[in-house]
């Protein structure tokens, strides 16, 4: 019998059969998983299986390459708290949908989930005043889970400069080029929010347009369109949602 025991947040859940439910989550120690979990339609059951939250999860199976059963217990109701928001709702369906499309199943990624617990605790203590602060910590994150799986952003013309002009990216290389350096390419980059380089930033609306663009483009050129897949629907709908406030 395989089995193990972490702090989880809940991707996604769907419907199998009558009463049970497919649950992707990523845990703090293991990595992306799914797992089927028995009765997740019971009353009971409800307020636990839900996006966004915090679950002592067990994850147990008899071979490697089985699905797996979850078993878990309610930690932080994250959903509950966020879900009557409606942008803070975006933001959290956004950043589950991206993880969980990206990820590698069943490869740990420490740093992409603790940051991840981070965000999620600051959205749920106050979801309305989160909604003008999340924006930022959500793009870093972005930008973080490019690195992980090797399509890293270049800051290193950020360190030479600082963070007191103006920078944008390639989109062939992904490196960060001063405005001088641009000059005449300066219309096909993409622009870089200060947000990125300085982490007390919150930037505005604009920068967190350019912020989803910037990433978009290399999620969707370096992670999703090798997995033959669009980028997810919550992420673009997120994307729309700033557009409009523009």
Known sequence: MLEWSSPSIILSTRNYGETDGIVSLLSLDQGLYR??????????????????????????????????????????????????????????????????????????VP????????????LSLDPQEAEQKAM???????????????????FSVCKEYGADRAYWVSPKTGKVVTEEMAGEWKPRLLRLPLLFIDETDEGNHQDWYDGLILTGYFLEKHVFYLKNKPLPNARRLLTEKINQLL
């Open 136 to 154: 930022p910590q959500l793009l870093r994150w972005e930008v973080l889970l490019l690195a992980e799986l090797g399509y890293g952003l270049d």
């Open 35 to 108: 797992g089927l979990v028995r009765a997740m339609g019971a009353r009971k059951n409800t307020s636990i299986w839900q996006m966004g939250n915090f679950v002592a999860a067990e994850w147990s199976a008899r071979l490697s390459d089985q699905l797996g059963h979850f078993k878990g217990e309610l930690v932080r109701a994250n959903f509950a708290s966020i879900s009557p928001f409606p942008f803070a709702y975006s933001i959290l369906s956004s950043i589950c949908s991206v993880a969980e499309s990206s990820l590698i199943e069943r490869q740990p």
């Open 111 to 122: 740093d992409i989930a603790r940051l991840l617990f981070k965000i999620l605790t600051f």
